[in-house]
């Protein structure tokens, strides 16, 4: 199946730092979600996205649906060490219920 | 909140065996997905379930089926266990309202094919 494109792939930051990340699609999307998945747990939903040019906080972490449709952006602010894991973003196009997932984003976070 | 409770976090089962995995929501929710998640693959679907006795392969089916038989239950059956079939299973529930969608996942099983 089709996967996002979510750049980038990893990142290694400082605590205390902003992070940024964002996912592509060839697709128009109606809905955008995105996770976090801590090692060896299920992933858990951060923000959801229902409007081109959304703009939705939650928290330190702040996602945006671009006006194409097509991408979205998650920003974390002033990172701390449990923001370590891996980030998701979805892609939904409101005509069923399938979900395309981005190929993730690794985080790690040093004191 | 949304829950999604999925039988075992960890299970080891040996290669022939049959392998069920179930999955609970809470939320009332017509739609829910199997995954299975690798390294490097990212999460893949296996089968999904718009209603009660209601099924729809996904983009990885073979060796697997699944059960509907209550709204709030959809189980995974590995029919005979192989070894490539060892990964981390997740079970998802999904909300949808007009062009609105959210999917909540379950806590994920490890299974161990040996």
């Known amino acids: 199946g089709q996967q996002l494109n979510q750049s980038p792939q990893s990142m290694f930051i400082q605590e205390g730092e902003d992070v940024s990340m964002n996912c592509t699609s060839s697709?128009?999307?109606?809905?955008w979600l995105w996770y976090k998945q801590d090692p060896g747990e299920g992933p858990v939903l951060l923000i959801a996205?229902?409007?081109?040019?959304e703009l939705t906080s939650n928290g330190r972490l702040t996602a945006q649906f671009g006006i194409t449709r097509k991408d979205s952006f998650l920003n974390i602010s002033a990172s701390i060490p449990s923001d370590v894991g891996i980030y998701f973003c979805?892609?939904?196009?409101?005509?069923?219920?399938?979900?395309?997932f981005g190929t993730g984003t690794r985080l790690q976070v040093t004191l | 909140d949304v829950k999604v409770t999925q039988s075992s976090r960890y299970l080891v089962k040996r290669t022939g065996e049959k392998v069920f995995l179930e999955c609970v929501q809470d939320?009332?929710?017509?739609?829910m997905f199997w995954y299975r998640q690798d390294p490097g693959l990212g999460l893949r679907l296996i089968y999904f379930?718009?209603?009660?006795?209601?099924?729809e392969k996904g983009d990885i089916p073979e060796g697997y089926s699944v059960s509907r038989e209550k709204k709030e239950r959809f189980s995974l059956i590995l029919e005979s266990a192989s070894t490539n079939q060892t990964s981390m299973y997740l079970c998802?529930?999904?909300?949808?309202?007009?062009?609105?969608?959210?999917?909540?996942f379950g806590q994920g099983t490890r299974l161990t094919v040996v």
């Open positions: 979805a892609g939904n196009t409101g005509t069923a219920s399938k979900l395309t």
């Open positions: 697709s128009i999307f109606n809905t």
């Open positions: 996205l229902y409007k081109a040019g």
């Open positions: 939320m009332d929710h017509e739609n």
């Open positions: 379930s718009y209603d009660v006795k209601m099924k």
């Open positions: 998802a529930s999904i909300w949808r309202t007009g062009w609105n969608t959210e999917a909540f």
